[in-house]
């Protein structure tokens, strides 16, 4: 039996932002369509469609970036629920997950699937169909094919008619697809009648292997995934405890208990959700936060964050809290294998400063104290990110991609928050100017980069010249130069048509 959620990049990117999911919204990647929903394909938007086509058929689209990573840990879910009912899943991708046909469930597949579909609806899986076949190919195709809630069952024997019927679309491989298109073939049946050693040589290995499928062989076994292993920890206070200090100190057995079930599975913990409850609290704690370390969590790492977050959440006074707390939870949000985070040969940060900077953090809030990031883009301004402390950098423009019109190194090292007006002149006292094809009308011989004195150049180098948003009616085109006074100090100075000159950045 496989079980297909359609649209899953898009189902998990609306449900990590806590939207609606009838709402029309895309993933896109690299500019282009990846996938939709069912709202944005009754507007037209399909995939492989530019993002501005797209948008232009549906303005109210909502726009998504490809995140596998959401992508798995949101299917998470779904799998835990299926082994609930039925272990021994193995999971294909997002979105997609197979399991052995349960034949003992009162009434068949279909009676299972319902069931099985009855549970994905109570997780916020509102679109789940289910194929049950003798071969997992045949299965995941079955399952395409079944409407909304539904399983579609192949009989035993019946895989090789049921698959030569399929379109050659079937194969879902783009390239492939349309060179057998182009030579007439339309059905996978037409393409089951060639011979194998042709189709092999002319499509590749999975037009090959799907016409073995096709034709009654090249079955993949099912490889299971074993359950993930229970990583929280708890621990319960009778008599109920309210004093944060003495919390703290109950805990630690249960935070040695934690890190030691984690290094058993030989992985660390770099995000904790910690819950405290209290009486009558027993279905939602009275406090839950989400910490963040930017290697890893020690137990005395876990114990502080929970001893900040008492006295930042619940304090009363004296140390102590609002209500007696009677269990406190932890929960690892991200676990990395612990290789990731070792020691390098020289040492890594004092472990003292990343709990003062955590103090810090947790009195101040998570978005307070950040860090540098470099990212790419063509101004140096454009090149810093501030990402939270303890928080892996996402969403960031990639540094190895080209970036055209961008000043060649080394950076200067300091970059000003607001550009300062400059003038920079020529031979004949003129201000220099830069034509529409990045041309310098004449030699630079004196500027003022700063409030203060004129100076003579010394030396410069440029110009980079950049036209920004030319499709838009507002463009900017602007030509980035070096100079250097002869004080001996170097300045980034950028030129901006029609004539104004800003000193962007210092070589100090």
């Known amino acids: 039996m496989v079980v297909w959620c359609p649209d899953w ?104 699937a319902a069931l099985l579909a009855e549970r994905l609806v109570e997780l916020g899986v509102w679109d789940s169909r289910m194929g049950v076949a003798d071969e997992l190919f045949t299965a995941e195709q079955a399952a395409r094919r079944a409407a909304s809630q539904d399983c579609h069952v192949v009989e035993p024997g019946e895989s090789v008619p049921f698959l030569r019927g399929l379109p050659v679309e079937a194969i879902d491989e783009a390239a492939a697809v349309s060179l057998l298109r182009r030579l007439g073939l339309r059905t996978l049946g037409e393409l089951a009648d060639l011979p194998a050693a042709a189709v092999r040589d002319r499509f590749g290995p999975r037009v090959a292997w799907v016409h073995r499928v096709v034709g009654g062989a090249g079955a993949v076994p099912l490889a299971t ?92 006074t004296a140390g102590r809290v609002r209500a007696p707390v009677n269990r406190v939870l932890f929960t690892p949000v991200t676990v990395v294998p612990d290789a990731v985070h070792a020691d390098g040969l020289w040492g890594g940060t004092d472990e003292r400063v990343q709990r003062g900077i955590a103090r810090v953090q947790g009195m101040l809030g998570h978005e307070a104290v950040v860090r540098p990031v470099l990212q790419g883009g063509r101004v140096p301004a454009d090149r810093q990110a501030l990402v939270p402390w303890g928080e892996q950098p996402t969403g960031l423009r990639p540094a190895s991609h080209p970036w055209p019109g961008s000043i060649p190194p080394p950076a200067p090292t300091r970059v000003l928050a607001d550009p300062w007006p400059a003038e920079v002149v020529g031979n004949g006292g003129w201000p220099i100017t ?75």
């Open 225 to 316: 995934r074993t359950p993930p292993p229970e990583l929280a920890c708890h621990v319960d206070f009778e008599p109920p405890l309210d004093n944060a200090e003495t919390i703290g100190f109950s805990v630690r057995r249960t935070a040695d208990r934690f890190v030691a079930g984690l290094a058993g599975q030989q992985l660390v913990c770099t995000e904790v959700r910690i819950d405290a409850y209290v009486e009558g609290s027993a279905d939602s704690p009275a406090s839950s936060r989400h910490w963040l370390h930017p290697r890893w969590f020690t137990a005395a790492d876990l114990v502080d964050r929970l001893h900040w977050q008492l006295q930042g959440a619940m304090s009363g």
């Open 434 to 508: 830069v034509d529409e094809r990045g041309g310098v009308l004449d030699e630079p011989v004196r500027f003022r980069p700063e409030p203060g004195d004129w100076q003579p150049v010394a030396a410069w180098a440029g110009p980079w010249p950049v036209e920004e948003l030319w499709w838009e009616p507002g463009s900017r085109r602007v030509a980035r130069f070096q100079m250097v006074g002869v004080d001996g100090r170097a300045w980034l100075m950028t030129w901006e048509s029609p004539g104004s000159w800003w000193t962007e950045a210092a070589y100090d």
């Open 9 to 112: 990049p898009v189902v998990a990117a609306l449900a990590d932002e806590g939207l609606p999911t009838h709402l029309p919204a895309a993933v896109f990647h690299a500019n282009l369509v990846q996938s939709g929903n069912a709202a944005a394909r009754t507007f037209g938007v399909r995939r492989g469609m530019r993002r501005r086509d797209a948008q232009s058929r549906c303005p109210e689209l909502q726009v998504f970036q490809a995140t596998p990573e959401r992508d798995t840990r949101t299917f998470e879910a779904v799998l835990a629920a299926v082994e609930e009912q039925h272990p021994g899943v193995a999971p294909l991708r997002p979105g997609l997950a197979a399991l052995r046909a349960p034949r003992r469930v009162r009434g068949g597949e279909p009676t299972a």
